[in-house]
């Protein structure tokens, strides 16, 4: 059985391979917000099915393909879709890709998702900036032997979500006029969407959204010294304030804002 360090240098000789090389930013792009990686230019897209021991999205919404190439004059690598848990994955195949980014040399990671909006002073089609997290998937993906040549078996989550990087998406969106909610990002394992009992208990523990992703990539993340930017599109009201939920609407609201979200995260990639 290979180790994971051994999976991870197959990855990355394969990836480097085929023409992936300096990568100033890594984004991992949520439910219907991968369109931003086709404005990427001069580009090398490999799907993840031809990746050695990457898994395979399985999600509407999701392409399922690393893109390589310049975005806002900084070199990025795009993942169109992620590998969630309730997709039955387990906690080390989720932050995979993520391991894949720091094996690589990644010091900046810009995080997306679809969320459902608990604070109610929010709006379907908000965008909304994540300070901090709640990991209520019920498993830390930390869990087990730790490997000391990612990160310390107890890391810090004091700053998960880079307080300079927060600091720059205020400054950029009120440049640009783009309304950015901020807020504390709770993260449940679905794929069943919250009761409305779950969400006023989200709402008392302090969550402002909802959602089924990203607290494991930037746990994994932090846990190898990468800087973090979080941001969700808040693309429904959470259970008990609207009268269903629905993905479609998840990929319908997604697609209404994308052009504010792409013109947000290219002007931040721009000055990061």
């Known amino acids: 059985m290979l180790t ?6 197959a990855t990355t000789t394969y990836l480097k ?3 992936i090389g300096d990568v100033d ?9 991968g369109e931003l990686a086709e404005e990427v230019t001069d580009t090398v897209i490999v799907p993840y099915s031809e990746i050695p021991h ?8 999701h392409a399922g393909q690393l893109v390589y190439g310049t975005l806002s004059g ?6 169109q879709g992620r590998f969630h848990y309730y997709e039955g994955n387990p906690m080390d195949v989720v932050i995979y890709p993520v391991r894949v980014f720091a094996k690589m040399g990644v010091e900046s990671l810009l995080v997306t ?9 929010f709006h379907a089609g908000d965008l909304m900036l994540i300070t901090d997290h709640i990991n209520f998937i019920g498993e830390n993906p930390l869990m087990g032997a730790n490997d000391d040549e990612i990160g310390p078996r107890f890391p810090d989550m004091s700053e998960a979500y880079t307080k300079g990087y927060q600091d720059l998406a205020r400054e950029v969106a009120k440049t640009l006029g783009v309304t950015l909610q901020e807020g504390v990002y709770l993260a449940n394992s679905g794929p069943s969407y919250e009761t409305p009992a779950e969400i006023r208990m989200a709402r008392v523990l302090g969550a402002s959204a909802v959602g089924m992703s990203t607290v494991p990539e930037v746990i994994a993340a932090a846990h190898a010294g990468m800087k973090v930017l979080g941001i969700s599109c808040i693309t429904n009201l959470a259970a008990g304030m609207q009268s269903e939920l629905n ?6 609201t997604t697609e209404r804002v994308k052009e504010d979200f792409k013109r947000l995260v290219k002007a931040i990639l721009e000055k990061m």
Request: charged share 15%; no cysteine; net charge positive.
């Open 4 to 9: 994971l360090q051994e999976k991870l240098s």
């Open 17 to 19: 391979n085929k023409g």
């Open 25 to 33: 930013i890594a984004l991992i792009l949520g439910s219907g917000l």
């Open 54 to 61: 990457f898994p395979v999205s399985t999600v509407v919404g």
């Open 74 to 79: 900084k070199k990025v690598l795009a993942m």
């Open 113 to 121: 998702n679809a969320a459902g909006g608990v604070n109610e002073a």
């Open 247 to 252: 993905h479609a609407e998840v990929v319908a």
